[in-house]
Nanobody
Framework: VQLQAFGGGLVQAGGSLRLSCAASGSFFSINIMGWYRQTPGKQRELVAWIASGGITNYAASVKGRFTVSRDNSNNTMYLQMNSLKVEDTAVYFC?????????WGQGTQVTVSS
């Protein structure tokens, strides 16, 4: 299984970005895809996840500003990030969990300037 995340970049505070994560390979259709982020010296933290059936969950710090969605027809997950804050600056990673297997994609840098 391979996950490829893209869409990061530099944006001013208050702006928006949309991240995408494309999954390829062989995996069960019943799965959970998630977004995590990490800053230097800190642990990777969950941002949001979405199950294949559509149930979602968000970290308190992004609830109301970020929206996670997915297109099961092409195994792609999205993260719409609005009202971005400087503290959202991080490397964002996508993940896929199915059964007992957990896969990570490479990160994409999101930088929010003040």
């Amino acid at each position: 299984v391979q996950l490829q995340a893209f869409g990061g970049g530099l944006v001013q505070a208050g702006g928006s970005l949309r991240l995408s994560c494309a999954a390829s390979g062989s995996f069960f259709s019943i799965n959970i895809m998630g977004w995590y982020r990490q800053t230097p010296g800190k642990q990777r933290e969950l941002v949001a996840w979405i199950a294949s059936g559509g149930i979602t969950n968000y970290a308190a710090s992004v609830k109301g500003r970020f929206t996670v969605s997915r297109d099961n027809s092409n195994n792609t997950m999205y993260l719409q990030m609005n009202s971005l804050k400087v503290e959202d600056t991080a490397v964002y990673f996508c993940s896929l969990t199915t059964g007992s297997n957990h896969y990570w994609g490479q990160g994409t840098q999101v930088t929010v300037s003040s």
